[in-house]
Each structure stands twice: as C-alpha cells, then as structure tokens.
C-alpha cells in the first residue's frame, strides 16, 4: 500500500508542477513584456520574480514535507521543469513565450536554483529501527 501512495503522490505532484510552470511562465512573460519601459518597472519586475522563486521554494519544500519523501518534490519539480522546457521552444505560430529579455533569464535559471535547493534540502525521514532522537554525540563524552 505504501508504495502505491509514493507512486500516486508522485504522478500527482508531477502534474501539479507542470500545470504550475505553465501558469507561472505565461505569468512571467509579462515581466519582459514591459521591461523596456524604464528602470522602476525592471526593480518591480526583478523583485516580483524574487519573490516569486521564494514561493517556489517554499512549495518545493512543502511537497517534500507533504509526501514525507524526497520524491514528492522530485516529482514536482520534473514537472515544473518540463513544462518550462518544452515553453522555451517556438510556438506553431512562430511566436515565442521567453523573449531575450534579462529577466526570462533571471527566472528561467533561478527557477532551476530554487527547484534544486528545495529538493535538496527536502525532508527526509528516518526509516523503520532508525533512532529517532537523542545526543549526537558519541565517543568517551557518553561514558561519563
């Protein structure tokens, strides 16, 4: 049963975080869409996609803490990425979501970051017989 909940959390959080890359890169092509206008909307754009990768982040880590494993944030994170990379390519029409703007960049790549870091620093859980809790110290401090 156990591995039947890790495989459907798994494939659930995959297509949650491909629904979520394709939201947020439409979302995020309006950065670039205005960032010829001036300096103040490049800082509100820069720290929009700022706060955005903290967001990012953070659902990444809460994948990872939801499933209680690793694979619960791989898993969304295969999605997000993938949803990305099939937008970064030329639409039918010729169109293109990412323009070459320094902002696309900023959150293509730290999107990529923000992904890894939460995967990486995901929640792990001890397995079945593994200590629970105690001193980590060990050596002639525990004989006394």
Same mark, same amino acid.
């Given at each position: 049963?156990?591995?039947? !909940?890790?495989?459907? #959390?798994? !494939? @659930?959080?995959?297509?949650?975080?491909?629904?979520?890359?394709?939201? #947020?890169?439409?979302?995020?092509?309006?950065? #670039?869409?205005?960032? $010829?206008? *001036?300096?103040?909307?490049?800082?509100?754009?820069?720290?929009? !996609?700022?706060?955005? @990768?903290? &967001?990012?982040?953070?659902?990444?880590?809460?994948?990872?803490?939801? #499933?209680?494993?690793?694979?619960?944030?791989? =898993?969304? /994170? %295969?999605?997000?990425?993938?949803? &990305? &990379?099939?937008?970064?390519?030329?639409?039918? =029409?010729?169109?293109? %979501?990412?323009? /070459?703007?320094?902002?696309?960049?900023?959150?293509?790549? *730290?999107?990529?970051?923000?992904?890894?870091?939460? %995967?990486?620093? =995901?929640?792990?859980? $001890?397995? $079945?017989?593994? $200590?629970?809790? *105690?001193?980590? %110290?060990?050596?002639?401090?525990?004989?006394?």
């Amino acid at each position: 049963m156990s591995s039947a !909940v890790t495989v459907l #959390s798994f !494939v @659930l959080l995959l297509l949650t975080g491909a629904a979520l890359g394709v939201l #947020s890169g439409f979302g995020m092509s309006w950065f #670039s869409h205005y960032w $010829p206008v *001036g300096a103040l909307v490049k800082a509100g754009a820069v720290a929009g !996609v700022l706060a955005f @990768l903290v &967001l990012l982040y953070a659902l990444v880590r809460a994948a990872a803490w939801g #499933s209680r494993r690793r694979s619960g944030a791989t =898993g969304f /994170a %295969v999605g997000y990425v993938s949803s &990305l &990379l099939a937008m970064i390519g030329y639409l039918p =029409g010729g169109d293109i %979501v990412f323009s /070459a703007a320094a902002i696309n960049y900023l959150f293509l790549f *730290g999107s990529m970051v923000a992904l890894a870091s939460g %995967v990486m620093r =995901g929640v792990s859980f $001890p397995g $079945p017989g593994a $200590p629970t809790g *105690g001193s980590s %110290v060990s050596g002639p401090e525990l004989q006394q």
